[in-house]
């Protein structure tokens, strides 16, 4: 199977032809960089020069494809270059191979390569200066340098430049997705909390509605017809006082996420009120200093959807609650009558409970819920024990 192999970079092929038409000038103006007598020069002639200026110009051609590749032709071009009497554009060139090798290679020859070049660069200057005695000798150790050392210490600086822009990128991209990630988090546990808000402030009386209206439609007995009707126009009443406060509470950009008149366990015998006029038969016993706010709103909330559900899924009988408050914690129990139902009076969705757990979460207390064994027949319990000192808030 056939290697294919990467195309040059557009901008390489330019560099390329046009150092290859610098080199050309240069040499039909017959400029060279030394005199044709020189004794380094082995190869003299005006033709030879073409040689290494026409193999420079082809590493140009993969200076960012095979920058290693490249560079190793490109000292071989230039040490024939130094025979003849050679071409400036064939040293810029070559120049240019060092820099694009340490800043296009892979990272290991980026690393060795102007460690190399600067141990070529010193041996270029003692060497000749210790053998020749001859100050000026030094000057070639400058010639290496100038042509060797520099760019590759130009593409390493580069290099180093490059790789760090491209982390602060990353770096920057990465923040972003995690400032992302905690707003659509931020933003699901808002949502969670407005419908656990939404259900809980609204379907006690939803259902209150719908449990009397079925009596109303069933019932031919205007005296009953009229009580029901009055218990449903009160609970929709309160259910849009309700429904009213929570979509200001929407609308309000103050930065307030907690109702302005969050309920307390100061309105549970209202609460229980209710839950008698809607028609259970429901006790209290509540027995508790004075709360932080995060947890007389839970314990309230648990107590009204335990009522809720009382009022569409219990047997006749009893509802209690009783709320005991003792070391460090608020114990929540509410039991109702628990038998075989033909059907709930109103629908359910399962949703209550649910947020009931979730609220108790939140304040890192513990939830139970399910049906129970007890002296007069089965019962349902909802059990929530909350901490009564906080680390924070709901």
């Known amino acids: 199977m056939a290697v294919r192999l990467p195309r040059p970079h557009r901008d390489d ?8 038409l610098g080199g050309l000038l240069l040499w039909g103006l017959g400029l060279g960089t030394r005199p044709a007598d020189e004794p380094i020069v082995l190869w003299d002639g005006r033709w030879p020069v073409l040689v290494p200026l026409v193999v420079t110009a082809g590493c140009e051609v993969l200076r960012r494809v095979r920058p290693r590749t ?11 270059d130094t025979v003849t009497q050679g071409n400036l554009v064939t040293v810029v060139m070559f120049t240019d191979l060092m820099y694009a090798a340490v800043l ?25 200066a210790a053998v020749l005695r001859k100050p000026e000798t ?7 340098g100038v042509v060797a050392l520099a760019p590759a210490a130009t593409g390493w600086i580069v290099r180093n430049h490059r790789d760090a822009a491209e982390a602060a990128r990353l770096r920057a991209e990465q923040t972003a997705l995690l400032a992302e ?10 949502r969670a ?36 009707l009055a218990v449903i126009r009160e609970n929709s009443v309160e259910g849009l006082a309700e429904m009213r406060r929570l979509i200001g509470i929407l609308r309000d950009d103050s930065g307030e996420t907690e109702p302005a008149a969050a309920p307390t366990l100061d309105g549970l015998g209202a609460l229980v009120e209710g839950a008698r006029t809607n028609g259970l038969d429901v006790s209290l016993d509540a027995t508790h200093d004075r709360l932080p706010a995060p947890v007389e709103l839970a314990a309230y909330r648990i107590v009204q959807e335990s009522l809720t559900n009382a009022l569409k899924h219990a047997s006749p009988g009893r509802v209690l609650v009783a709320l005991t408050q003792r070391d460090g914690s608020l114990s929540v129990r509410v039991t109702s009558p628990y038998g075989d139902r033909d059907a709930p009076r109103a629908p359910g969705s399962g949703a209550g409970l649910v947020g009931m757990s979730e609220r108790i979460a939140l304040l890192g207390g513990s939830f139970e819920a399910g049906p129970e064994s007890a002296p007069g027949g089965k019962i349902w319990t909802v059990h929530a024990t909350l901490p009564t000192t906080l680390g924070g808030t709901e």
């Open 13 to 20: 092929l330019r560099i390329a032809v046009g150092g290859l």
């Open 70 to 80: 490249a560079l190793l032709v490109g000292i071989a071009a230039l040490t024939l």
């Open 104 to 128: 296009y290679g892979q990272p290991a020859s980026a690393r060795r390569i102007p460690w190399i070049a600067g141990l070529v660069t010193v041996v270029s200057a003692v060497v000749p």
């Open 138 to 144: 030094l000057l070639i150790g400058v010639a290496v």
């Open 181 to 190: 990630m905690d707003r659509s988090q931020a933003v699901v546990a808002e």
């Open 193 to 228: 909390r407005m419908a656990r808000e939404l259900h809980d402030m609204v379907a006690n009386h939803l259902s209150a509605i719908a449990i009397h209206s079925t009596a109303a439609l069933s019932l031919d007995d205007p005296g009953t017809s009229k009580g029901a």
